[in-house]
């Protein structure tokens, strides 16, 4: 491990000013140090040691990247399993480009480990689901990864919070576990999508919360080793905020989407074509309805503002209670479209897509686990088959693992989910009544939300 506190304290002010947006005067002698103890830095970033801690699916191509691109990470995850599988070069999760970066981060050294290891700077990248009761965040995989983090880093250590954390999160469970220790802190919240990490990952913007310049850009330049967006520095409470403000701005977009949808329905209108036209209006961009919102994100981080601001969360509370309200919508819809076909149970009808969102393998929060939740108290007698090509475990009942069986089964399929395999072949679904809540097939008779 390395000392950086002597560079530091000269460049990160500065740097901190020149963030801000000041103009600093140097004269050529000045400069020629600077550039000098810059180059430095540079090069000493190179022998950090980064532990990432989470290797799931922000933490593991967090740590590949940093690793491609010359960092000395290793990646700690409690899972033991998960973690033999990394070691022996398994794959954890589908995502386009990360067998090659896997395999990059291989060569360059990446190591896997159960364990805590000794390391300059800790990211830790747990999950943050809330508690259905009160609403609020739920930390307990951030305070449990934070204590064992402290339990083995020496004094100086930089520990990260990459997690999605309400704000005050880190003030409130983190700080107090540090007490009077030289740890320094800092939030860099993640806000790639799944399906297209990896690029997002280089490319998108990023914010970086921290109590001090120094630490800051520390943190700054370990990101910048592999993101090419711009990456602002904030206090610590104004990066938590603005996190869960963009999924929030999300979630009130998405049900906005989503109420015009039940609305043009009743009014025998088309909503997407309403919707088209409207978004010819220069500053009118809506979003697409959908059967829900699913993931580890949208459908989680609003609820923190609403258990933390009950009073003041009316619009927030409500857009979450639309969004949710989607998969009953769905059975509604196919409910009325069984009737007026005449099909009287559910043995021919069929769920295409488990996952919460198109081509991934994620099913946290998924609409079509809620639609099955609603039909399982809807049904007494047959239930759907389900099948989705990204899951290919066991997960519902009256699950098939192959779109040929799933083809022949059905007569009335409903797509929940986009994924390449159906909407580049739409014609395999000629001859079904089709229920299409993505608005994607354009074949005569499709019905839509
Ligand atoms: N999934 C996304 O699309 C996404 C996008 C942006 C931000 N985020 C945020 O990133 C965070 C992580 O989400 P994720 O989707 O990667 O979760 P995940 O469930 O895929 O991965 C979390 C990993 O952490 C491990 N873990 C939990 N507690 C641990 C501990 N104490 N010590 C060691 N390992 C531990 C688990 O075994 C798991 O492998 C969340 O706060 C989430 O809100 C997620």
């Given at each position: 491990?390395?000392?950086?506190?002597?560079?530091l304290?000269?460049?990160?002010p500065?740097?901190?000013?020149?963030?801000?947006?000041?103009?600093?005067?140097?004269?050529?002698?000045?400069?020629?140090?600077?550039?000098?103890?810059?180059?430095k830095?540079?090069?000493?970033?190179?022998?950090?040691?980064?532990?990432?801690?989470?290797?799931?699916?922000?933490?593991?191509?967090?740590?590949?990247?940093?690793?491609?691109?010359?960092?000395?990470?290793?990646?700690?995850?409690?899972?033991?399993?998960?973690?033999?599988?990394?070691?022996?070069?398994?794959?954890?999760f589908?995502?386009?480009?990360?067998?090659?970066?896997?395999?990059?981060?291989?060569?360059?050294?990446?190591?896997f480990?159960?364990?805590?290891?000794?390391?300059?700077?800790?990211?830790?990248?747990?999950?943050?689901?809330?508690?259905?009761?009160?609403?609020?965040?739920?930390?307990?995989?951030?305070?449990s990864?934070?204590?064992?983090v402290?339990?083995?880093?020496?004094?100086?250590?930089?520990?990260?919070?990459?997690?999605?954390?309400?704000?005050?999160?880190?003030?409130h469970?983190?700080?107090?576990?540090?007490?009077?220790?030289?740890?320094?802190?800092?939030?860099?919240?993640?806000?790639?999508?799944?399906?297209?990490?990896?690029?997002?990952?280089?490319?998108?913007?990023?914010?970086?919360?921290?109590?001090?310049?120094?630490?800051?850009?520390?943190?700054?330049?370990?990101?910048?080793?592999?993101?090419?967006?711009?990456?602002?520095?904030?206090?610590?409470?104004?990066?938590?905020?603005?996190?869960?403000?963009?999924?929030?701005?999300?979630?009130?977009?998405?049900?906005?989407?989503?109420?015009?949808?039940?609305?043009?329905?009743?009014?025998?209108?088309?909503?997407?074509?309403?919707?088209?036209?409207?978004?010819?209006?220069?500053?009118?961009?809506?979003?697409?309805p959908?059967?829900?919102?699913?993931?580890?994100c949208?459908?989680?981080?609003?609820?923190?503002?609403v258990?933390?601001?009950?009073?003041?969360?009316?619009?927030?509370?409500?857009?979450?209670?639309?969004?949710?309200?989607?998969?009953?919508y769905?059975?509604?819809?196919?409910?009325?479209?069984?009737?007026?076909?005449?099909?009287?149970?559910?043995?021919?009808?069929?769920?295409?897509?488990?996952?919460?969102?198109?081509?991934?393998?994620?099913?946290?929060?998924?609409?079509?686990?809620?639609?099955?939740?609603?039909?399982?108290?809807?049904?007494?007698?047959?239930?759907?088959?389900?099948?989705?090509?990204?899951?290919?475990?066991?997960?519902?009942?009256?699950?098939?693992?192959?779109?040929?069986?799933?083809?022949?089964?059905?007569d009335?399929?409903?797509?929940m989910?986009?994924?390449?395999?159906?909407?580049?072949?739409?014609?395999?679904?000629?001859?079904k009544?089709?229920?299409?809540?993505?608005?994607?097939?354009?074949?005569?008779?499709?019905?839509?939300?």
């Amino acid at each position: 491990m390395q000392n950086y506190s002597e560079d530091l304290l000269i460049l990160s002010p500065l740097l901190f000013l020149l963030n801000c947006g000041f103009h600093i005067c140097f004269s050529s002698s000045k400069k020629s140090v600077i550039l000098f103890k810059m180059e430095k830095l540079e090069k000493r970033k190179s022998s950090m040691v980064v532990n990432v801690i989470g290797m799931g699916y922000i933490g593991l191509p967090t740590a590949l990247m940093m690793a491609s691109h010359g960092v000395n990470v290793i990646g700690t995850d409690y899972n033991k399993d998960l973690v033999h599988g990394l070691q022996t070069g398994g794959k954890v999760f589908e995502e386009h480009g990360l067998s090659d970066l896997f395999a990059e981060a291989v060569e360059k050294g990446i190591q896997f480990s159960d364990r805590y290891q000794k390391a300059d700077i800790y990211i830790v990248s747990v999950p943050t689901p809330y508690l259905k009761k009160s609403r609020k965040i739920d930390p307990k995989y951030v305070v449990s990864a934070c204590k064992s983090v402290l339990e083995i880093c020496g004094d100086g250590a930089i520990l990260v919070v990459e997690s999605t954390i309400s704000p005050g999160t880190i003030d409130h469970c983190v700080r107090p576990l540090v007490g009077e220790r030289n740890i320094h802190l800092a939030h860099a919240p993640e806000r790639i999508i799944p399906g297209n990490m990896l690029h997002e990952l280089i490319n998108n913007s990023r914010t970086i919360g921290a109590d001090d310049p120094e630490t800051a850009e520390t943190v700054k330049s370990l990101y910048s080793s592999f993101c090419k967006g711009e990456i602002v520095i904030t206090d610590i409470r104004t990066a938590e905020m603005s996190k869960v403000v963009e999924n929030t701005f999300r979630d009130i977009n998405i049900a906005f989407a989503n109420e015009l949808t039940k609305i043009c329905h009743e009014a025998g209108m088309d909503v997407y074509e309403v919707i088209r036209i409207a978004n010819r209006h220069p500053r009118v961009n809506i979003l697409n309805p959908g059967p829900g919102v699913g993931g580890h994100c949208i459908s989680v981080d609003p609820w923190f503002l609403v258990g933390d601001f009950p009073n003041m969360t009316p619009l927030i509370h409500s857009a979450r209670n639309v969004n949710d309200s989607m998969p009953e919508y769905v059975y509604k819809r196919i409910s009325e479209i069984m009737e007026e076909k005449g099909i009287r149970d559910f043995s021919r009808v069929g769920l295409y897509g488990l996952t919460y969102k198109e081509d991934v393998d994620d099913t946290r929060e998924s609409p079509t686990l809620q639609l099955i939740d609603v039909l399982r108290h809807k049904t007494t007698d047959h239930f759907p088959v389900v099948y989705d090509p990204f899951i290919k475990k066991d997960m519902v009942q009256n699950q098939v693992h192959s779109l040929t069986d799933f083809l022949e089964k059905t007569d009335f399929v409903v797509i929940m989910v986009g994924h390449s395999e159906i909407k580049n072949d739409p014609e395999s679904l000629k001859g079904k009544i089709i229920l299409d809540t993505r608005n994607m097939i354009s074949l005569d008779g499709v019905y839509k939300l």
